[in-house]
């Protein structure tokens, strides 16, 4: 069984707004460490928000203001709310995930999801 499943990706127009999620397979409170990445067209993979397991948030600048990481518990699901969307955002959204399991972490990637900006 995949641990994470993202879903939410798509086609916007600049400007526009989606909302990604991330459905864990996992126990969420055996989650400490929340994050999403973005892997753009011929880059590596890039951190673009992350949340700690205290709900403390922290974004990449370019996103800050526009981007808000969202974790629920009772849906087993991790949120990207993404506004103001720009065409060179266009990438592939990865959830990552990291498990505590006694004193050791396991960190979970998705499949990720294809967003797209273009006019």
């Known amino acids: 069984q995949v641990p994470l499943v993202e879903s939410g990706g798509g086609l916007v127009q600049p400007g526009g707004s989606l909302r990604l999620s991330c459905v864990v397979s996992?126990?969420?409170?055996?989650?400490?460490?929340l994050a999403w990445y973005r892997q753009l067209p011929g880059r590596q993979r890039e951190l673009v928000a992350t949340l700690t397991s205290t709900g403390y948030p922290a974004y990449l600048d370019s996103v800050k203001g526009r981007f808000t990481i969202t974790r629920d518990n009772a849906k087993n699901t991790v949120y990207l709310q993404m506004s103001s969307l720009k065409p060179e955002e266009t990438a592939v959204y990865y959830c990552n995930v990291e498990e505590r399991v006694g004193a050791a972490r396991y960190k979970h990637w998705g499949q990720g999801t294809q967003v797209s900006v273009s006019s």
């Open positions: 996992l126990s969420m409170y055996s989650i400490d460490n």
